[in-house]
């Protein structure tokens, strides 16, 4: 079955610092991969997402890259603020249509505090 | 344009009691789905929807959850008899369509069964 895998938390980081949040799967095929984020009080947003092998997905500062050969999808910011806060989930699409293919599997979560 | 929304936000009930959870998905949005998040378990997938029918139940943890959808839009969950571990929070998410791979997600109803 399909599985996804992200370093436990909390991490907490100083404001300006690097961030890289590990993120490894299991999945039949070729699978889409996402990060969503979760802020306190809010629901699941959509971060970024990537569909195949060595794209890169980005948004607000963030990337991810798929990387095939390692099943890896690792979450990473330059610089982070405190505004960026959050849980962080890792998750994957099966690229099987059928059964699954619908559903996203999730990671436990990070979640991330900065502070100033 | 608006969100997915779910209500109520929050919900405590007794144990053995039931109780009914609503999502309103995007307009348009002809998929649907329910996911659950609890501290033991994280997200689960629950049920979806392609219009009003729910091709795949599977994720549903006992015969006391059933789901519902009516008119290609609202869906309801609801839970019978509920018990302690039933206490989560549960999420409601929708897409353009099944294939589509952006689910877009509600601020979820937190359950708690005293």
């Known amino acids: 079955g399909n599985s996804v895998t992200q370093m436990e938390g909390p991490v907490t980081l100083s404001e300006e610092a690097f961030l890289t949040i590990n993120c490894t799967y299991t999945a039949t095929g070729y699978p889409s991969l996402f990060w969503y984020v979760q802020y306190p009080g809010e629901g699941l947003q959509l971060l970024l997402k990537?569909?195949?092998?060595?794209d890169k997905g980005s948004n607000k500062g963030f990337e991810a890259t798929y990387r095939k050969e390692t099943t890896s999808f690792h979450l990473e910011k330059g610089s982070v603020q405190v505004s960026d806060s959050a849980v962080y989930f890792c998750?994957?699409?099966?690229?099987?249509?059928?059964?699954?293919?619908?559903?996203?599997?999730f990671g436990k979560g990070t979640k991330l505090s900065v502070i100033p | 344009g608006a969100g997915v929304s779910q209500s109520p936000s929050n919900k405590v009930t007794e144990k053995g009691k039931d109780v009914e959870l609503r999502c309103d998905p995007i307009?348009?949005?002809?998929?649907l789905y329910w996911y659950r998040q609890s501290l033991g378990q994280g997200l689960e997938f629950l049920i979806y929807?392609?219009?009003?029918?729910?091709?795949?139940k599977s994720g549903l943890p006992s015969d006391r959850f059933s789901a519902e959808r009516t008119g290609g839009s609202v869906s309801t969950l609801t839970i019978q008899r509920t018990q302690q571990e039933d206490s989560a929070v549960y999420l409601c998410?929708?897409?353009?369509?099944?294939?589509?791979?952006?689910?877009?997600f509600g601020p979820g109803t937190r359950l708690t069964v005293t």
């Open positions: 307009s348009g949005h002809t998929a």
């Open positions: 929807f392609q219009g009003n029918s729910a091709p795949d």
């Open positions: 990537a569909t195949k092998a060595d």
């Open positions: 998410a929708s897409s353009l369509q099944w294939e589509s791979n952006e689910q877009y």
């Open positions: 998750a994957l699409i099966s690229s099987y249509s059928g059964a699954g293919s619908y559903q996203l599997t």
